[in-house]
């Protein structure tokens, strides 16, 4: 397959949706390294990804539960399950949820999803067991009782390892690109408009890709900046990118059902800019 082609004719189109699950004030200068000569709102939002095909629907990421949101000073606005559930997932029969890496707003959920097998890079998991954990510039987003869990969860054979980019079925692919943290992997999903990439902290918001101007948690700045390079080699067109926590993806997109604005956003068709 070629980056930034069309996805093969034979390739499965699948609809794709960001479910928003809790929200946070923030400021301009809490997202970019360096801060921002702007002192001006920019909220954060939080999502996870569900990827529905013809016979399987896979989700991406967990999210956090309510214990997460009182300790992190979060904005739990609905639990994944209920978010989920208005796009007509039920979390509870999803058989494989993909994480991107295991930061506690993308891991935290892992309990609403009893039946699922979870997909991860080797080096995340390497990561977050690892010495730099000993080193609160780097493990402050992580939940160590999440860690534990996970691995409590390998010995049960429910993570399913990759070591790099793999095709996990047709039309669906993970891609490692670290940065943010050592083991971090984006999703490639064919839709009918094309390659959407779902990046998700590759890059937090649209500025921070677009502007190269990386978010200020970060493993390796290098591979942070290569990533937001790669996603857009990995996408049918740059557009076709979707950040992690942008509020805007909910504006770009429209909602999965008049009733779900702000809740839920399709993003297999063409996003305004």
Request: proline residues 7%.
């Amino acid at each position: 397959m070629i980056p930034g082609s069309a996805p093969p004719p034979e390739a499965p189109h699948y609809s794709v949706y960001a479910v928003k699950y809790a929200q946070r004030q923030a400021r301009r200068p809490d997202h970019f390294i360096g801060g921002d000569p702007h002192d001006e709102p920019m909220d954060m939002d939080y999502f996870v990804w569900a990827v529905i095909g013809d016979d399987r629907t896979w989700v991406v990421d967990t999210g956090f539960d309510r214990l997460d949101a009182e300790r992190r000073n979060r904005d739990l606005v609905r639990s994944v399950t209920d978010g989920l559930a208005a796009i007509g997932v039920d979390a509870a029969s999803v058989d494989d949820v993909i994480l991107t890496h295991l930061h506690y707003d993308h891991v935290g959920g892992f309990a609403q999803f009893p039946a699922a097998r979870f997909h991860l890079q080797d080096r995340e998991m390497a990561f977050a067991t690892g010495r730099y954990m000993t080193e609160g510039a780097l493990n402050h987003a992580f939940t160590a009782d999440h860690v534990a869990d996970m691995v409590h969860l390998v010995h049960r054979n429910r993570v399913v390892f990759h070591d790099g980019d793999a095709e996990l079925a047709p039309g669906l692919s993970v891609h490692l690109v670290g940065g943010h943290t050592m083991g971090l992997q984006v999703v490639r999903v064919a839709t009918s408009i094309g390659w959407v990439v779902l990046a998700s902290d590759a890059s937090h918001y649209y500025e921070n890709m677009t502007a190269g101007r990386p978010f200020p948690i970060v493993y390796d700045l290098g591979d942070m900046l290569d990533g937001y390079r790669r996603c857009r080699e990995l996408a049918t067109d740059p557009a076709y990118v979707v950040p992690g926590h942008d509020p805007l993806v909910l504006e770009r997109y429209p909602p999965a059902a008049p009733d779900l604005a702000g809740v839920a956003a399709r993003l297999d068709v063409e996003p305004s800019t």
